[in-house]
């Protein structure tokens, strides 16, 4: 089978066309091919299908085969790699995710693709539809939340997967190899949650670190990067436009006022490609 290997931010994924025919079993092949000594290695398998709502289809699967909704790194590399391969001639076109039908848009400049900005649609903020359990459908902003018998203050917002924003004082610090298991699996979030720990430098800039579902510490995460801009906007941090600076490289949000959609701008690199049994 062939396969491309992509990164976005160091965010990596192996990313497989599969439009032609379809796999027996995504999270298998997922456990495979992500792990970094018996596989290719990579954060996650993007797959390419058919779509009857978009011009394509995405589904994307964790290193422990399990299927997110959404992902924001994923989709830039995505939608690179149909552009680049000539599936599509147009600069911005559709995707259907887990998430809803999103909308990347190619960046060129001097008629190079530089990037790929995405409408990544509305932020959901209920939280029964996030989903964190003791809000309803109310909000969860600057919430207490009990991890390893400290309280931490949350801010949760699902970008189609869900998401928990914890701002810190010092990001580099702390502990989220040791802690981040702790809140993946936190009982108030009955579908897991990626955690991002954010310490805002100015009101348009914060550095980022995550603890992915599924997938452990990456060097980056796109929605992980979209929450960020949210949480920091409802709890007065930051302003609707902010970099965010992650281990892996630079992502820029915006989350406009006008339309509620939230913007996101990054890189996308092909790394190498190959072939690989199934
Ligand atoms: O929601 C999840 O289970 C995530 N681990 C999916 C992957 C998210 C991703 N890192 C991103 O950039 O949003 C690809």
């Known amino acids: 089978m062939h396969f491309t290997k992509w990164q976005g931010c160091g965010n990596d994924f192996i990313l497989i066309d599969c439009r032609e025919r379809e796999l ?46 959404m992902c924001g790194n994923g989709i830039r590399c995505f939608a690179r790699y149909l552009y680049e391969t000539g599936a599509t001639e147009k600069e911005e076109f559709t995707v259907q995710t887990g998430a809803g039908v999103l909308v990347p848009r190619i960046i060129k400049e001097n008629g190079e693709v530089t990037g790929v900005r995405v409408d990544m649609g509305e932020p959901v903020l209920e939280g029964d539809k996030i989903p964190v359990t003791g809000f309803g459908m109310d909000r969860a902003v600057n919430a207490p939340l009990e991890v390893e018998g400290k309280t931490y203050r949350m801010t949760c917002v699902s970008m189609g997967n869900p998401h928990s924003v914890i701002f810190v004082d010092d990001a580099e610090a702390f502990p989220v190899e040791q802690l981040g298991t702790h809140f993946e699996h936190s009982p108030r979030f009955p579908r897991k949650t990626n955690t991002e720990f954010v310490e805002v430098k100015d009101r348009g800039h914060v550095r980022m670190r995550v603890w992915e579902r ?65």
């Open 24 to 69: 027996e079993d995504y999270a298998a092949f997922a456990q495979k091919v992500c792990d970094r000594h018996y596989g290719i290695g990579g954060d996650g398998v993007l797959v390419i299908l058919p779509s009857t709502q978009a011009d394509f289809r995405m589904r994307i699967f964790n290193t422990d085969g399990s299927e997110a909704e």
């Open 214 to 278: 599924g997938a452990a510490v990456t060097l980056a995460c796109g929605t992980g990067a979209c929450a960020t801009g949210v949480a920091g906007v409802l709890t007065g941090r930051t302003d609707r436009e902010v970099d965010v600076q992650l281990d892996g490289g630079m992502l820029h949000i915006a989350w406009d006022e006008a339309t509620n959609h939230v913007f996101m701008t990054g890189p996308a690199e092909l790394v190498f490609s190959g072939e690989i049994e199934e």
